[in-house]
Structure formats: C-alpha cells, structure tokens
C-alpha cells in the first residue's frame, strides 16, 4: 500500500507551544516525506506554567489523533472525578466530572520527544522578529503561527487576521503548591475590600495548580498592585491558609518583578486565520492556531485543548483532501480548515464568556445559600445542564433537586423522587403559579377590529390545558392607533373586553393555569403588514398615524412618527388605565407592561429612538419617567393581591444602545414603582441591532437583573427543553422560563416535557394529571373521537 503523499514538502511551525508541537507530530506521522520544522525561543523543556486540565472527552480526541502521544499523556495524567465547593464556611462536592491533569512541563516534554521520534526537526533558543525571513530560510510552503498569546505574527498581519482583544476584569496569578487536592476544588474567600476564589487541583502526584483571582478593583484595594512579587504571593498564602494546610504557595514566573505575575486575561478572537504572503516568488499561507488565533479563559480550561484539536482539524483537513485526490488544493485545505474551527471554537468561546463573568461577578451570587452557589458555579457556562449533572452524580442533583423544593414548597413533606426546578410552584402576591413555565405572548395577527375569536380561543386554550403555569395572551393595544397590525388585538371597547373574558373563562374552568395579557403601544413599528406579510413593513394602504417619544421612524421605509405632547402622553396614561381596568374586569390574573422591542415606551427608554431635550429624555432616569408614569398609573388601578411585570430589551445589541448595566438599573426603577416580575428580553429597538443568537442567549441578562436589581425575573429566548428550563431555574438564573416557538408547535409541550422527566421515575405532580386529562377530553370533544383515544402513562407520552 502506497503512503499518501502531498504536494506540500515543507512545514514551519514558528512556536513550540502544545499547538505547534502536535500539528508538527500529526503531518509527520501521516506524511513522513514531509519535512517538518518547529522554532521555539525558549530552551528544551523549559515552560513557564503549572497544570494544565483537560476532559475525558479531549482525551479520546487524542487517542483518535495519535494513540502513542495519548497514551504517553494519558500514563502521566493525575484523574479525578469531583468538583468541591468552599464557601461561607461550608463545602460542596459531587462526582462524576471526570478531569485529567498533566504538568504543562510533562505535557511538553512528551510532545517534544514524539516529535523527536518522528523525526521532525526541533529548533530552540531562537527567537523569530521575521517570519518572513525565517520561511525564506527554511524554504516553507506552508507556516504555523502558533506564537502564543502575544503572537508577533498576528501583530504583523493584523489588517488580515483583524484580532479583537478584550482584556477582562479580574486580575490572576498562577502558582503552585505541595498540597495536592483530590477534587477539582474553588474557594471563595470574603475580605473587607471584596470576594477572591481560588481555582486549585492536582497534576501530579506531588504538586497542584492553585490560581488566584479578584476583581482589579479589590485588588487595587489591597494595595496588591505595588506589593513585590513575594509579598503578593505571601498574602495570597494567608488569605487561603486553611485550604493549604501548611503549605507554601510557589510562583515559577520569577522573571517577573513587583506585581507583573497578576494578569487581566485577554479574549482574542480573530475574524480570519490564514494570511497569504509571497514568499520566495510563492503565494505561501501563514495560519494560525492556538493561542495566537483564539483564547478560553482558563475557568474552563480549555486553551491547551482547543489548541490540540486546532492541530487535529487541520492534519485531518490534509488527510481528507489526500484521500480525495486533491492534495494540492491548498486554499482549499485552508478554508475548511478556518471554517469548522472557526464555529468549534466560538462554541467554546461563549461558554468561556459566561464562564468568565459568572467569576467576575462572584459577589452578584453571595446571597445564595452554598447549595445554589455550587450549582450556579457548575452551570454557570450553560454548557453543563441539569440532567447532565444528574449523569454526573444523581445522588447530588437528587439531593439539590430536594433542597430547592423546600424552598418553594416550605413544610411539604420529602419526596422519595424531588420534583424538578421547572414544576416548582411560583407564588407572586396572592396568584400561585403551579409551574414556572410561560406561554410567552406570541402575536397571532387573526384578530379583528382589535376583538380576538375563536382562532385565539383555541390558541390559548389549548395552551392553558397543555400544563404551562401562565399563559400569556399577546401584545394587546389599549388605542386602535397602537395595534402592530390591523390583525392585532384591542383593549379599547366592551366588545373586546367580552371577546378575552371568553377566553379567560375557558382556561380557568378547564384548567389549573393563570391567564395573563400584555398590555402595549407599537410607537413608530405600528401600521405594518401581517406578520406572514412582510413584518415590520408599512402597510399597502389604510396606514393610520404613529406616535413616539421623538420623530424616529424605525426605518428608512417606515413612516416617521409624531414626538408625544404632554397632551399625547396624558391621554396615552388614560388609555392604558381603561385597558387595565378592563383587563381586571376580564379576569386576567395576570398583567404585563410591554416596554420592549422599539414599541412606544421602549422607544422613550432607547437612546437610540429617544431624542428628547425636554424631562422624558437625556439621561436614562428622565428617559425611564414616562414608562414609569404609565406603570404607576396601571399599578394603581390594578388589583393589588395580582402581579404585574414589564418586559424590557436588556441589550440593544446596537452602538450608543442600552447595555445589561442599563437593563439593571431599569429593573431597579420598575421595582421601585411596584413591579413584581422584570421579563428579560432583548433587542428589536432598532433594524441596526446585531444581536448574538445562541441558546439560551439571552437568559444572562435575566440572571444579571435578578441577581443584581433583586427582582424575580422571566428568561425568554431560544429556551427549547425541558433540561434548559431546570437549569435556568435550578441555577436561579431566573424564576420563570418564558416559551414560545416550542408551544407553536406543541401546545401540550410542558405536559410532553414532564413526561419525559417521568423516564426517570419523577412522580406526576397532582395538577398535571388532572392538566393531562383535560387536554385529552378537549381533543376528544374537538375531533369527535371520545372513547377512542389510548390514555397514555404519562411517561410513554412523547
């Protein structure tokens, strides 16, 4: 059998780090006619760092890539399973994480010696000012910038690789100990100026990694800033004495003076990773990989891994390409390359971004008791979800699953099978939700004249029995003029008032939910075509008028609104105290404020739509003022034993826009003003907005409002299971979980999700069983089919 060949001959590697090393070890096992060069500035087997940690997973990439180097690695590997949790005096621990640790020293080594093996060539004490001059020399076809953090050749090419650095908030230092950790362990520490963690665990059989890390201003506080590096080390030593019994805590960067070993961590993100140069008359490629492409912050600890696996994905890319028959299409090697690392790595990116502000912000969870401060810090990259930590350690979650009940459900006996976060009661004033979810308020545009009918009867109905806790009814306008579209609903007149109570009726008599309804004004988005249409743009005709904070159309197309009069915005206040006394008068249990998504009072909240000289804009206080004028009038008139809560855009996802920091000083001024619930929403105030879609992406803002404002809020976007649900809640992320495109196309989906849970032997809580049996009655009557529809256990619906 012939070995596969390339037309590529030459590889530089400019940097010794794990990602060059291996990618040079990977081409020359697979391409042994490859000559294959590595230049390191520092001497053989030198390294600056500790331990360094990888998952079980990342391990088996390994031993697909190459089972010699992984099975060197893996004989030198420290295993352990738990995570413990020091905090307030108490601990934490669960199992089943499964982590490896290895020496960053050992890791090397035994990557150089593979190399060495395999005979690719290994060039030290060399430290490269030009890799242009350097490829010239080594005549490369193909050259590796794996030069680190601080990657000169990043620098160099930077209007092609176009990096963005954010240096983040907390200073760290990285040391060791000979106190070797049996978990993965954290450590809280409270001092008089803030909070320090300590990230510590063991990689080898005599020496652990112990990192500390605090917010620069706590540490400015300290005076740790113009402490010697000694004397930084030895207050790190005292402040985590009881951790460390007796023993010292080592620093390795002795090349550092003063206090240069604390380091802000720098997030690089670059928008390409391969540059084309010509070099000895060829178009060569110069590509990054490792650090110099991409950083994760090390609470995760995944830099050496997305480091390796850059190598694997590019050698694979060859081998592909090899056994196609296009070996020489080195551009398009390259792309693929650039193009499935790029997602991979923005994958683990984000996780490390939640992860980075979950320990930049320790302080927004100490007023949690331990149990949901662990299970915070455990969750806290959305990546590790409740039922993953239930294959992780059962017992654990079963027991933390048992606490929070308690918690919600004060002096309800134990339960041999807990009750997950997600079926947890909710008590708000006097209105008790069976569950935390919501059937978010989803526009329906089959109204008419603003009267809702049977279309919503059956919508909402079949919602209400589909087991969710609140049902919320869409967007309803309190004037003709502030409907989104002429199929939106109206709560202006009796005969719309009559049409909702109907459906109120319904749901309260046929099933155990809480019927809610979301009062709004569309502002300057009002007068548009049906959402199946062409949504957000003006209608063909019969457009009627708009108002707004200032004349700010929402775009180019859109047409411009009137800036309210004093005038305006009293009759606007009259109107929404009509329509939330009619509101009352139907039945609604529940109410909502709509102040988000560009309509009329978030465009007064948005500096980017509110314009205003006068008390109503400048700063966000006097662009909070009429919002909260509203609020307070409606708050008035409604119900005080029934909730009320304002939805908000969080981000604006815009320059100039609203930031979360806003978002929590908003939720403040509504909480002042009587609001029970902040529902945490975000964008849509401007066609400028770029928001950053992922799962679950918007719940941090939520976590940051209840966390920070003290107000219990609704998580809302790309919530899709059951298992995010309980993550959000368990974490206490937020109090209720807002679904919406799950319940279009299942209305029963919190019956169908608690039916999955039941795999597990959950017992059905009482109210969805009497929920389950009228969603299957309501079935039977609508399709005439009573008697003859299989009455499933709960746990074999799906």
Known sequence: MNTPTLALQRILCIGGGPAGLYFGLLMKRRFPHLQVTVVERNRPF??????????????????????????????????????EVFYKGGSVRSTGHGFIGIGRKRLLNILQERCIALGVDLVFETDVTDDQALAQQYNADLVIASDGLNSRIRTRYESTFQPDIDTRLCR????????????????????????????????????????????????????LEDMSQEDGVAFCEKLFAKYLDGNALISNAKHLRGSANWIRFPRVICNTWVHWQDINSRNTPIVL????????????????????????????????HVEAGTSADMEAVLQGYEARRSVEVLKIQNAARNSTEWFEHVDRYTGME???????????????????????????????ESWLEAQAAPGSAPKKHPTPPMLLPLKVRSVELKNRIVVSPMAQYKATDGVVGDWHLMHLGARAVGGAGLVMVEMTSPTPEGRITPGCPGLWNDAQQAALARIVDFAHQQSSAKMGIQLGHSGAKGSTQLGWEAIDEPLVSGNWPLLSASAVPYGEQNQVPKAMTRADMDAMTAAFVAATQRAAA???????????????????????????????????????????????????????????SVRISAHDWAPGGNTPDDAVAIARLFKAAGCDVIDVSSGQTTRQAKPVYGRMYQTPFADRVRNEAGILTMAVGAISEADHANSIIGAGRADLCAVARPHLADPAWTLHEAARLQTRAVQWPQPYESGRDQLYREIARQQSLQGTIARQDPAETQ
């Not at 909240?605 to 006097?622: A, F, K, V, W």
Request: aromatic share 14%.
């Open 586 to 644: 139907a039945g609604f249990d529940w109410l909502e404020l709509h102040a988000a998504h560009g309509y009329l009072l978030s465009a007064f909240i948005c500096p980017l739509t509110n314009q205003r000289t006068d008390d109503y804009g400048g700063s966000l206080e006097n662009r909070c003022r009429y919002p909260l004028e509203v609020f307070a009038a409606m708050r008035a008139v409604w119900p005080a034993e029934r909730p009320m």
């Open 172 to 223: 760290f230092v990285w040391l060791g100990t000979k106190k070797t950790f049996d978990a993965f362990t954290f450590a809280f520490e409270q001092t008089e100026h803030g909070w320090f963690q300590a990230h510590a665990y063991k990689f080898d059989d005599e020496t652990s990694t112990f990192i500390v890390e605090t917010p620069e201003p706590v540490w400015k506080a300290h005076g």
């Open 370 to 400: 331990i149990q949901q401060f662990a299970y915070s810090l455990l969750t806290r990259s959305q990546r590790i979800s409740h039922e993953n930590l239930r294959l992780r350690d059962a017992k654990w979650l079963e027991g933390y």
């Open 289 to 320: 990989m490792g650090d110099a492409a991409h950083t994760a912050h090390f609470s995760i600890g995944s830099g050496t891994k997305l480091a390796l696996e850059d190598a694997i994905d590019l050698a694979d890319e060859f081998s592909r």
């Open 46 to 83: 030198d390294t600056f760092g500790w331990g360094v940690v990888f998952s079980d997973q990342t391990l088996q990439n390994l031993r697909r890539a190459d089972p010699e180097t992984a099975q060197s690695m893996q004989d030198a590997f420290n295993h352990w399973d738990d995570i």
